[in-house]
T-cell receptor, first 114, second 115 residues
Framework: EPEVTQTPSHQVTQMGQEVILRCVPI?????FYWYRQILGQKVEFLVS????????KSEIFDDQFSVERPDGSNFTLKIRSTKLEDSAMYFC????????????FGPGTRLTVT | GESVGLHLPTLSVQEGDNSIINCAYS??????FIWYKQESGKGPQFIID?????DKRQGQRVTVLLNKTVKHLSLQIAATQPGDSAVYFC??????????????FGQGTILTVHP
């Protein structure tokens, strides 16, 4: 079974610091996503990425956030200056087609901002 | 705006019983719905999906029912097992199914299965 992987599993950072969350999507997939889940709350869409550009982003995904596919295998989410409210689980996902349910989520990175 | 929500936050059943998890949505233009299972410490796991041109779809031990008239969908799990214990989310993906993976999730229902 193919899987999306994410590193690190847990990241602790101080407020104002930059963090980069890393994801390796499934190898033949073309569409990549980041979602987040604040503890005890629902999963929220952040951004989708296709053909080396952002396809859609939510209101959460402001100028402090950026995504990048630096090579053929990694997909990263950068938060430039973390805030306490950025503490959450961040899930990467990928799919091989648009218009279908996102079926492959990674295990998540727990980000704790202190 | 769009919202997808759940009637019951928790559901407790005995092993072997059937479980029904409900979800309401508010956007009448929504036409693609998905159920996910999330176990503790893991990412969402796809269970089953349904488009608005159907009112029922079956998978292995699961059935999703869609009632567009009252904007309601449900997930039925047959012969529930302890391994089914998890949080279940319904989600909607962009009216017209054209959205690039932008899922709108509901709040989630915690399903607990007692042996």
């Amino acid at each position: 079974e193919p899987e999306v992987t994410q590193t690190p599993s847990h990241q602790v950072t101080q407020m104002g610091q930059e963090v980069i969350l890393r994801c390796v999507p499934i190898s033949n997939h073309l569409y990549f996503y980041w979602y987040r889940q604040i503890l005890g709350q629902k999963v929220e869409f952040l951004v989708s990425f296709y053909n080396n550009e952002i396809s859609e982003k939510s209101e959460i995904f402001d100028d402090q956030f950026s995504v990048e596919r630096p090579d053929g295998s990694n997909f990263t989410l950068k938060i430039r200056s973390t805030k306490l409210e950025d503490s959450a689980m961040y899930f990467c996902a990928s799919s091989d087609r648009a218009g279908e349910a996102v079926k492959y989520f990674g295990p998540g990175t727990r980000l704790t901002v202190t | 705006g769009e919202s997808v929500g759940l009637h019951l936050p928790t559901l407790s059943v005995q092993e072997g019983d059937n479980s029904i998890i409900n979800c309401a949505y508010s956007n009448s233009a929504s036409d693609y719905f998905i159920w996910y299972k999330q176990e503790s410490g893991k990412g969402p796991q796809f269970i089953i999906d349904i488009r608005s041109n159907m009112d029922k779809r079956q998978g292995q031990r699961v059935t999703v029912l869609l009632n567009k008239t009252v904007k309601h969908l449900s997930l039925q799990i047959a012969a529930t097992q302890p391994g089914d214990s998890a949080v279940y989310f319904c989600a909607e993906m962009g009216a017209g199914g054209t959205s690039y993976g932008k899922l709108t999730f509901g709040q989630g229902t915690i399903l607990t299965v007692h042996p």
